[in-house]
């Protein structure tokens, strides 16, 4: 049991009393996040990665950075939920199948029943997700070391054939989108051969496009000038939370394991899959209200309907974690940011951080089991304080909010220039997003833009240019294999679904979005 | 009455303005593709060159664009003439994205750059004013008292300089 043995020593590394301070910084400012509008939590950590700069050139600073971000990010997670339930807006797209059951119970009076058996099976989620990251992350780092540059790219591709595939609307778009996000990561020097591209003489676009900048625009002020659209005015539902309504909450819970077993399960295995812990929660509520005995009750207030996209969304959202460390492929939007701030500080994600930087890694392990202890206690203490700052006017809200990002955009490089593209990306992400144009493939595709093209172009010399080495071990053929099939995924469905109409004579299924 | 009316008039529908993005789409992957042909996306004499990636993602681009743009074409009548936006709702976007333009360009102009805590101040304030109704002593309360809590910790807690004009220089901190 030598990973028990490490996490031990992870515990050593993150139970000090500096990083246990982070740690309830790192939420508590993480749930603020997620409760506002427009803060989500990958441009929550993109704005303030800039501030763990200098704290990651201290020793042992890397590991207090990564508890301060990640611990943002279960904070973000978390705050989620609050604004679903007591003002039925989801603060984050996973969140919004909380809305459906979490809502009404907030309205039949019942808020506080709603909030903590959404955090409580959060925290179940995340535990289950940890666990997972725990034992299978040593080994799939121990099997990922002996990856070369076709093997690397095949994970490349397919995570970014697994957007394709699961997208929900146009498969084009997220094509497009994607592709955006490589031509915008190409801008600069290539690091190749040290020349120019796509730079047209502007000597601004010398040092390329930031995916910081990017993340702040497109999700932060993309989404506050959607959100400004419905002139905002906040109606929401009181929450009290005191001891007994939780404690009775509790008691009710325990009806519930199989649903959050199979939640759990669910939201584990779809978030090793990019993009995975939104299809997860709706998935994940789907088979709840499929297989419970109240299913007819679903989307009128019951807890078993928070339950089911609660565990899963949290399941995912760290289980996205495990790709990030252990092949420094992020599944998500925010593990992306984190995965930037890996970068930045100098470490290289991947295999090799297992061997090297093990008290990182395990540092990092350990406090994802501490980080949603003091996650769970903080928000369960501090709902009304939470769910006051939401009833701060958004006259005020909205310029402060637009003042952090500026200040976090020009905080990355300290360069103005940078604040200019931000609005340009803002812009873009609002028309994008009313056009349902996904985000994360753009932003996954600008921070890993440059690696892909490494290994791209390094299989290339390999093998002198021919694609075949795509397919010239069982290992990278799988990969590469498996990509493809998720890129057609939606022309096989389709064609699946009208073999099966012909043959059954029933009317295909058309999935709704 | 007219007002109303006015706030309810579509601004674009959903076809044109899918088609514009895609019609972008499509300029912006040329541009990549043409660009990276012209410092090379063939096979150099040490491999791949500069170009080589970033011309094939200048066509898938231009591939998906023009995939966009046929199935916006298609669209049903009666999705394609949904609105994209509304005049009320882009007046909203608009009040916060033009004044945001201007914050900018306040912090970061050739002429007379006035920092980031002056014109940060004068935001918030203005849209508390202008949009939040609120009394002078409030405005000026708020703004200038969030715009000290973040000096103190970016300059002073986090040793993090932001842009500084002439009133910072005047109180001693340039």
């Given at each position: 049991?030598?990973?028990?043995?490490?996490?031990?020593?992870?515990?050593?590394?993150?139970?000090?009393?500096?990083?246990?301070?982070?740690?309830?910084?790192?939420?508590?400012?993480?749930?603020?996040?997620?409760?506002?509008?427009?803060?989500?939590?990958?441009?929550?950590?993109?704005?303030?990665?800039?501030?763990?700069?200098?704290?990651?050139?201290?020793?042992?600073?890397?590991?207090?950075?990564?508890?301060?971000?990640?611990?943002?990010?279960?904070?973000?997670?978390?705050?989620?939920?609050?604004?679903?339930?007591?003002?039925?807006?989801?603060?984050?797209?996973?969140?919004?199948?909380?809305?459906?059951?979490?809502?009404?119970?907030?309205?039949?009076?019942?808020?506080?029943?709603?909030?903590?058996?959404?955090?409580?099976?959060?925290?179940?989620?995340?535990?289950?997700?940890?666990?997972?990251?725990?034992?299978?992350?040593?080994?799939?780092?121990?099997?990922?070391?002996?990856?070369?540059?076709?093997?690397?790219?095949?994970?490349?591709?397919?995570?970014?054939?697994?957007?394709?595939?699961?997208?929900?609307?146009?498969?084009?778009?997220?094509?497009?989108?994607?592709?955006?996000?490589?031509?915008?990561a190409a801008v600069g020097i290539d690091t190749v051969t040290g020349q120019l591209r796509l730079t047209f003489g502007f000597t601004e676009l010398l040092k390329g496009f930031d995916f910081l900048i990017a993340v702040i625009g497109l999700f932060g002020i993309g989404e506050i000038l959607l959100t400004?659209?419905?002139?905002?005015?906040?109606?929401?539902?009181?929450?009290?939370?005191?001891?007994?309504?939780?404690?009775?909450?509790?008691?009710?819970?325990?009806?519930?394991?199989?649903?959050?077993?199979?939640?759990?399960?669910?939201?584990?295995?779809?978030?090793?899959?990019?993009?995975?812990?939104?299809?997860?929660?709706?998935?994940?509520?789907?088979?709840?209200?499929?297989?419970?005995?109240?299913?007819?009750?679903?989307?009128?207030?019951?807890?078993?309907?928070?339950?089911?996209?609660?565990?899963?969304?949290?399941?995912?959202?760290?289980?996205?974690?495990?790709?990030?460390?252990?092949?420094?492929?992020?599944?998500?939007?925010?593990?992306?940011?984190?995965?930037?701030?890996?970068?930045?500080?100098?470490?290289?994600?991947?295999?090799?951080?297992?061997?090297?930087?093990?008290?990182?890694?395990?540092?990092?392990?350990?406090?994802?089991?501490?980080?949603?202890?003091?996650?769970?206690?903080?928000?369960?203490?501090?709902?009304?304080?939470?769910?006051?700052?939401?009833?701060?006017?958004?006259?005020?809200?909205?310029?402060?909010?637009?003042?952090?990002?500026?200040?976090?955009?020009?905080?990355?490089?300290?360069?103005?220039?940078?604040?200019?593209?931000?609005?340009?990306?803002?812009?873009?992400?609002?028309?994008?997003?009313?056009?349902?144009?996904?985000?994360?493939?753009?932003?996954?595709?600008?921070?890993?833009?440059?690696?892909?093209?490494?290994?791209?172009?390094?299989?290339?010399?390999?093998?002198?240019?021919?694609?075949?080495?795509?397919?010239?071990?069982?290992?990278?053929?799988?990969?590469?294999?498996?990509?493809?099939?998720?890129?057609?995924?939606?022309?096989?469905?389709?064609?699946?679904?009208?073999?099966?109409?012909?043959?059954?004579?029933?009317?295909?299924?058309?999935?709704?979005? | 009455?007219?007002?109303?009316?006015?706030?309810?008039?579509?601004?674009?529908?959903?076809?044109?303005?899918?088609?514009?993005?895609?019609?972008?789409?499509?300029?912006?992957?040329?541009?990549?593709?043409?660009?990276?042909?012209?410092?090379?996306?063939?096979?150099?004499?040490?491999?791949?060159?500069?170009?080589?990636?970033?011309?094939?993602?200048?066509?898938?681009?231009?591939?998906?664009?023009?995939?966009?743009?046929?199935?916006?074409?298609?669209?049903?009548?009666?999705?394609?003439?949904?609105?994209?936006?509304?005049?009320?709702?882009?007046?909203?976007?608009?009040?916060?994205?033009?004044?945001?333009?201007?914050?900018?360009?306040?912090?970061?102009?050739?002429?007379?750059?006035?920092?980031?805590?002056?014109?940060?101040?004068?935001?918030?304030?203005?849209?508390?004013?202008?949009?939040?109704?609120?009394?002078?002593?409030?405005?000026?309360?708020?703004?200038?008292?969030?715009?000290?809590?973040?000096?103190?910790?970016?300059?002073?807690?986090?040793?993090?300089?932001?842009?500084?004009?002439?009133?910072?220089?005047?109180?001693?901190?340039?």
């Open positions: 049991m030598h990973e028990i043995e490490s996490l031990f020593g992870g515990f050593a590394v993150a139970l000090s009393w500096f990083n246990l301070m982070l740690m309830f910084a790192g939420i508590i400012l993480g749930v603020i996040i997620g409760v506002l509008p427009g803060l989500g939590g990958a441009n929550g950590v993109a704005i303030l990665l800039p501030l763990t700069f200098t704290m990651a050139q201290t020793p042992g600073g890397q590991t207090s950075a990564i508890i301060l971000l990640s611990c943002i990010y279960w904070g973000a997670l978390f705050g989620g939920a609050i604004t679903s339930i007591l003002f039925n807006i989801p603060g984050e797209p996973w969140s919004v199948a909380t809305t459906f059951d979490g809502y009404p119970l907030a309205q039949k009076g019942r808020a506080g029943a709603a909030l903590t058996s959404a955090f409580t099976s959060s925290f179940f989620g995340a535990l289950v997700g940890v666990l997972l990251i725990t034992f299978l992350s040593p080994i799939v780092a121990r099997f990922a070391l002996r990856f070369g540059p076709p093997e690397f790219f095949g994970v490349y591709l397919l995570t970014f054939c697994a957007f394709v595939g699961m997208s929900k609307g146009s498969p084009f778009k997220t094509i497009a989108s994607m592709m955006t996000g490589f031509a915008l400004i659209e419905e002139g905002l005015e906040f109606k929401g539902t009181q929450a009290k939370l005191n001891m007994k309504v939780v404690l009775q909450t509790w008691k009710e819970l325990p009806r519930y394991w199989k649903t959050s077993i199979r939640a759990a399960i669910v939201g584990c295995l779809m978030g090793i899959v990019p993009g995975g812990a939104t299809p997860a929660s709706f998935m994940s509520y789907g088979l709840a209200k499929k297989m419970s005995r109240d299913g007819e009750k679903f989307g009128t207030g019951v807890v078993e309907g928070v339950v089911a996209p609660e565990t899963a969304a949290h399941a995912a959202g760290t289980s996205a974690l495990l790709p990030m460390i252990t092949l420094g492929v992020p599944g998500s939007p925010t593990a992306a940011v984190l995965l930037g701030g890996l970068l930045i500080w100098g470490l290289q994600p991947g295999p090799l951080l297992f061997t090297e930087k093990a008290d990182f890694v395990w540092g990092l392990i350990a406090s994802m089991y501490l980080g949603n202890i003091v996650g769970l206690i903080v928000v369960l203490t501090c709902v009304p304080l939470f769910a006051a700052i939401l009833r701060v006017p958004f006259a005020i809200i909205a310029p402060v909010i637009l003042v952090i990002c500026a200040i976090g955009s020009f905080t990355v490089h300290d360069s103005m220039f940078d604040v200019w593209m931000m609005l340009m990306f803002g812009a873009m992400g609002y028309v994008f997003k009313k056009l349902d144009y996904p985000l994360a493939p753009m932003v996954l595709a600008l921070v890993l833009g440059d690696n892909a093209e490494d290994g791209f172009r390094q299989s290339m010399l390999l093998s002198q240019g021919n694609l075949s080495i795509f397919f010239s071990n069982s290992l990278v053929g799988t990969l590469t294999a498996l990509a493809l099939l998720l890129l057609f995924w939606p022309v096989i469905s389709r064609l699946i679904a009208i073999a099966r109409g012909r043959a059954g004579g029933a009317p295909p299924t058309t999935t709704t979005d | 009455m007219q007002q109303e009316d006015r706030d309810r008039r579509a601004v674009g529908s959903v076809r044109l303005w899918e088609s514009v993005v895609a019609v972008l789409l499509m300029a912006f992957g040329a541009l990549i593709a043409w660009d990276s042909h012209r410092i090379g996306s063939t096979w150099g004499d040490n491999g791949p060159r500069a170009g080589y990636f970033p011309f094939y993602v200048g066509l898938f681009i231009l591939v998906s664009g023009t995939a966009i743009l046929y199935s916006a074409l298609r669209m049903s009548p009666e999705e394609g003439r949904e609105p994209f936006v509304r005049w009320g709702e882009l007046r909203m976007v608009l009040t916060v994205f033009v004044p945001s333009i201007v914050y900018v360009a306040l912090i970061d102009n050739p002429w007379y750059p006035l920092g980031i805590y002056v014109p940060s101040a004068l935001f918030i304030g203005a849209f508390m004013r202008y949009l939040g109704r609120y009394g002078w002593l409030t405005v000026v309360a708020v703004s200038v008292g969030v715009m000290v809590a973040f000096f103190l910790m970016f300059e002073i807690w986090f040793q993090v300089p932001l842009p500084k004009g002439p009133l910072e220089t005047a109180l001693g901190f340039g």
